[in-house]
T-cell receptor, first 116, second 109 residues
Framework: GAVVSQHPSRVICKSGTSVKIECRSL??????MFWYRQFPKQSLMLMAT?????????EQGVEKDKFLINHASLTLSTLTVTSAHPEDSSFYIC????????????FGPGTRLLVL | RKEVEQDPGPFNVPEGATVAFNCTYS??????FFWYRQDCRKEPKLLMS???SGNEDGRFTAQLNRASQYISLLIRDSKLSDSATYLC??????????FGAGTRLFVKA
Protein backbone atom coordinates (compact mmCIF):
# COMPACT_ATOMS: atom_id res chain seq x y z
CA GLY A 1 0.00 0.00 0.00
CA ALA A 2 0.87 3.64 -0.18
CA VAL A 3 3.32 4.95 2.40
CA VAL A 4 3.12 8.19 4.32
CA SER A 5 5.86 9.28 6.68
CA GLN A 6 5.88 11.85 9.43
CA HIS A 7 8.74 13.55 11.15
CA PRO A 8 9.47 13.85 13.98
CA SER A 9 7.71 10.93 15.64
CA ARG A 10 7.99 12.52 19.03
CA VAL A 11 8.82 16.00 20.24
CA ILE A 12 9.06 17.63 23.62
CA CYS A 13 9.29 21.38 23.75
CA LYS A 14 8.98 24.30 26.10
CA SER A 15 5.87 26.41 26.21
CA GLY A 16 6.05 29.30 23.75
CA THR A 17 8.17 27.59 21.15
CA SER A 18 7.06 26.60 17.66
CA VAL A 19 7.11 23.06 16.38
CA LYS A 20 7.10 21.97 12.76
CA ILE A 21 5.82 18.55 11.73
CA GLU A 22 6.46 17.17 8.26
CA CYS A 23 4.24 14.79 6.38
CA ARG A 24 5.49 13.10 3.23
CA SER A 25 3.88 10.74 0.77
CA LEU A 26 6.68 8.44 -0.27
CA UNK A 27 5.40 6.61 -3.29
CA UNK A 28 2.51 8.62 -4.64
CA UNK A 29 1.52 12.19 -5.31
CA UNK A 30 -0.79 13.44 -2.61
CA UNK A 31 -3.15 15.96 -4.09
CA UNK A 32 -4.89 16.29 -0.74
CA MET A 33 -3.46 16.03 2.73
CA PHE A 34 -5.31 16.05 6.01
CA TRP A 35 -4.14 16.95 9.48
CA TYR A 36 -5.78 15.38 12.52
CA ARG A 37 -5.33 15.66 16.23
CA GLN A 38 -6.17 12.95 18.72
CA PHE A 39 -6.28 13.34 22.47
CA PRO A 40 -6.01 10.23 24.66
CA LYS A 41 -8.98 7.89 24.37
CA GLN A 42 -10.72 10.28 21.99
CA SER A 43 -11.47 10.08 18.30
CA LEU A 44 -9.52 11.65 15.50
CA MET A 45 -10.44 15.28 15.03
CA LEU A 46 -9.86 16.79 11.62
CA MET A 47 -8.00 20.07 11.91
CA ALA A 48 -7.56 21.06 8.30
CA THR A 49 -7.52 19.90 4.72
CA UNK A 50 -4.92 21.10 2.29
CA UNK A 51 -4.61 20.82 -1.44
CA UNK A 52 -1.27 21.25 -3.10
CA UNK A 53 -0.56 24.83 -4.00
CA UNK A 54 -3.58 26.33 -2.28
CA UNK A 55 -4.49 27.54 1.17
CA UNK A 56 -5.64 25.01 3.71
CA UNK A 57 -9.25 24.76 4.75
CA UNK A 58 -9.54 24.76 8.52
CA GLU A 59 -12.27 23.13 10.55
CA GLN A 60 -14.38 25.23 12.84
CA GLY A 61 -12.58 26.06 16.05
CA VAL A 62 -9.09 25.49 14.67
CA GLU A 63 -7.01 28.67 14.62
CA LYS A 64 -5.29 29.06 11.28
CA ASP A 65 -2.73 31.48 12.71
CA LYS A 66 -1.75 29.00 15.39
CA PHE A 67 -1.64 25.91 13.21
CA LEU A 68 0.14 26.91 10.03
CA ILE A 69 -0.17 24.47 7.18
CA ASN A 70 1.92 24.51 4.05
CA HIS A 71 1.36 22.08 1.20
CA ALA A 72 4.12 23.21 -1.06
CA SER A 73 4.46 20.10 -3.18
CA LEU A 74 2.59 16.95 -4.07
CA THR A 75 4.66 14.96 -1.61
CA LEU A 76 5.09 17.28 1.34
CA SER A 77 2.85 19.08 3.77
CA THR A 78 3.96 20.74 6.99
CA LEU A 79 2.07 21.68 10.13
CA THR A 80 3.63 24.29 12.39
CA VAL A 81 2.24 24.67 15.88
CA THR A 82 3.15 28.22 16.76
CA SER A 83 3.74 29.35 20.34
CA ALA A 84 2.84 25.93 21.65
CA HIS A 85 1.20 25.58 25.04
CA PRO A 86 0.64 22.53 27.24
CA GLU A 87 -2.94 22.19 25.98
CA ASP A 88 -1.53 21.65 22.49
CA SER A 89 0.05 18.42 23.68
CA SER A 90 -1.53 15.73 21.57
CA PHE A 91 -1.03 13.10 18.90
CA TYR A 92 -0.92 14.78 15.49
CA ILE A 93 -1.56 12.57 12.49
CA CYS A 94 -1.46 13.43 8.84
CA UNK A 95 -3.03 11.51 6.03
CA UNK A 96 -2.74 11.76 2.31
CA UNK A 97 -4.89 10.94 -0.64
CA UNK A 98 -3.92 11.02 -4.26
CA UNK A 99 -4.31 9.41 -7.62
CA UNK A 100 -2.73 6.14 -6.58
CA UNK A 101 -4.79 5.87 -3.42
CA UNK A 102 -8.08 6.82 -4.99
CA UNK A 103 -10.51 7.56 -2.20
CA UNK A 104 -8.43 5.78 0.40
CA UNK A 105 -6.60 7.89 2.93
CA UNK A 106 -3.24 6.66 4.05
CA PHE A 107 -2.06 7.78 7.44
CA GLY A 108 1.32 8.77 8.64
CA PRO A 109 2.59 7.18 11.86
CA GLY A 110 1.77 10.29 13.86
CA THR A 111 3.74 12.75 15.95
CA ARG A 112 3.46 12.90 19.72
CA LEU A 113 3.84 16.45 20.93
CA LEU A 114 4.42 17.20 24.57
CA VAL A 115 4.60 20.84 25.56
CA LEU A 116 6.04 21.46 28.99
CA ARG B 1 -26.69 14.05 16.51
CA LYS B 2 -23.16 13.08 15.52
CA GLU B 3 -22.50 12.54 11.84
CA VAL B 4 -21.05 9.11 12.50
CA GLU B 5 -21.91 7.18 15.65
CA GLN B 6 -20.41 4.04 17.07
CA ASP B 7 -20.82 2.15 20.30
CA PRO B 8 -17.54 2.89 22.12
CA GLY B 9 -17.54 -0.50 23.83
CA PRO B 10 -15.37 -1.98 25.05
CA PHE B 11 -16.30 -5.36 23.70
CA ASN B 12 -14.59 -8.10 25.69
CA VAL B 13 -14.72 -11.44 23.90
CA PRO B 14 -12.87 -14.75 24.19
CA GLU B 15 -10.65 -16.04 21.45
CA GLY B 16 -12.63 -17.74 18.73
CA ALA B 17 -15.76 -15.71 19.32
CA THR B 18 -17.70 -13.85 16.66
CA VAL B 19 -18.22 -10.16 17.30
CA ALA B 20 -20.11 -7.51 15.36
CA PHE B 21 -19.94 -3.74 15.39
CA ASN B 22 -22.45 -1.33 13.97
CA CYS B 23 -22.07 2.25 12.90
CA THR B 24 -24.75 4.73 11.90
CA TYR B 25 -24.34 7.83 9.77
CA SER B 26 -26.58 10.83 9.40
CA UNK B 27 -25.83 12.10 5.90
CA UNK B 28 -27.93 10.18 3.41
CA UNK B 29 -25.74 11.53 0.62
CA UNK B 30 -22.68 9.70 1.96
CA UNK B 31 -20.91 7.89 -0.80
CA UNK B 32 -18.07 5.80 0.52
CA PHE B 33 -17.62 3.76 3.64
CA PHE B 34 -14.61 2.21 5.31
CA TRP B 35 -13.51 0.41 8.42
CA TYR B 36 -10.14 1.38 9.86
CA ARG B 37 -8.28 -0.25 12.69
CA GLN B 38 -6.25 1.71 15.20
CA ASP B 39 -3.91 0.09 17.68
CA CYS B 40 -3.04 1.84 20.90
CA ARG B 41 -0.81 4.87 20.29
CA LYS B 42 -0.61 4.13 16.58
CA GLU B 43 -2.09 5.64 13.46
CA PRO B 44 -5.31 4.27 11.89
CA LYS B 45 -4.87 1.71 9.14
CA LEU B 46 -7.38 0.77 6.51
CA LEU B 47 -9.02 -2.55 7.30
CA MET B 48 -11.49 -2.71 4.44
CA SER B 49 -13.79 -0.68 2.26
CA UNK B 50 -17.50 -1.36 2.51
CA UNK B 51 -19.43 -2.04 -0.67
CA UNK B 52 -23.17 -1.94 -1.22
CA SER B 53 -23.36 -5.64 -1.87
CA GLY B 54 -21.36 -6.45 1.23
CA ASN B 55 -17.85 -7.78 1.13
CA GLU B 56 -15.67 -10.25 2.91
CA ASP B 57 -11.95 -10.39 3.57
CA GLY B 58 -10.95 -13.53 5.39
CA ARG B 59 -12.52 -13.45 8.84
CA PHE B 60 -13.91 -9.96 8.31
CA THR B 61 -17.26 -9.17 6.71
CA ALA B 62 -18.55 -5.68 6.09
CA GLN B 63 -22.11 -4.76 5.20
CA LEU B 64 -23.85 -1.55 4.20
CA ASN B 65 -27.52 -0.75 4.67
CA ARG B 66 -28.23 2.51 2.90
CA ALA B 67 -31.93 2.53 3.76
CA SER B 68 -31.18 2.43 7.48
CA GLN B 69 -27.91 4.32 7.12
CA TYR B 70 -25.68 1.94 8.94
CA ILE B 71 -22.67 -0.19 8.25
CA SER B 72 -21.47 -3.21 10.12
CA LEU B 73 -18.29 -5.18 10.66
CA LEU B 74 -18.34 -8.83 11.63
CA ILE B 75 -15.23 -10.56 12.90
CA ARG B 76 -15.29 -14.34 13.03
CA ASP B 77 -12.95 -16.58 14.99
CA SER B 78 -11.48 -13.66 16.94
CA LYS B 79 -7.73 -13.64 17.53
CA LEU B 80 -5.81 -11.94 20.29
CA SER B 81 -4.26 -9.75 17.62
CA ASP B 82 -7.69 -8.41 16.69
CA SER B 83 -7.67 -6.36 19.89
CA ALA B 84 -7.79 -2.75 18.74
CA THR B 85 -10.12 0.16 18.18
CA TYR B 86 -12.23 -0.09 15.04
CA LEU B 87 -13.11 3.16 13.35
CA CYS B 88 -16.09 3.60 11.08
CA UNK B 89 -15.34 6.10 8.34
CA UNK B 90 -17.85 7.78 6.07
CA UNK B 91 -17.10 9.97 3.11
CA UNK B 92 -19.65 12.47 1.92
CA UNK B 93 -19.28 14.44 -1.25
CA UNK B 94 -16.08 16.24 -2.00
CA UNK B 95 -13.18 15.68 0.36
CA UNK B 96 -15.07 15.49 3.62
CA UNK B 97 -14.30 12.31 5.52
CA UNK B 98 -15.86 11.72 8.89
CA PHE B 99 -14.42 9.33 11.45
CA GLY B 100 -16.45 7.69 14.15
CA ALA B 101 -15.10 7.74 17.68
CA GLY B 102 -14.27 4.05 17.43
CA THR B 103 -15.27 0.82 19.09
CA ARG B 104 -12.74 -0.82 21.36
CA LEU B 105 -12.33 -4.58 21.16
CA PHE B 106 -10.45 -6.75 23.62
CA VAL B 107 -9.97 -10.40 22.72
CA LYS B 108 -8.93 -12.53 25.66
CA ALA B 109 -7.26 -15.91 25.77
Amino acid sequence: GAVVSQHPSRVICKSGTSVKIECRSLDFQATTMFWYRQFPKQSLMLMATSNEGSKATYEQGVEKDKFLINHASLTLSTLTVTSAHPEDSSFYICSARGAKGGETQYFGPGTRLLVL
Amino acid sequence: RKEVEQDPGPFNVPEGATVAFNCTYSNSASQSFFWYRQDCRKEPKLLMSVYSSGNEDGRFTAQLNRASQYISLLIRDSKLSDSATYLCVVKAGGFKTIFGAGTRLFVKA
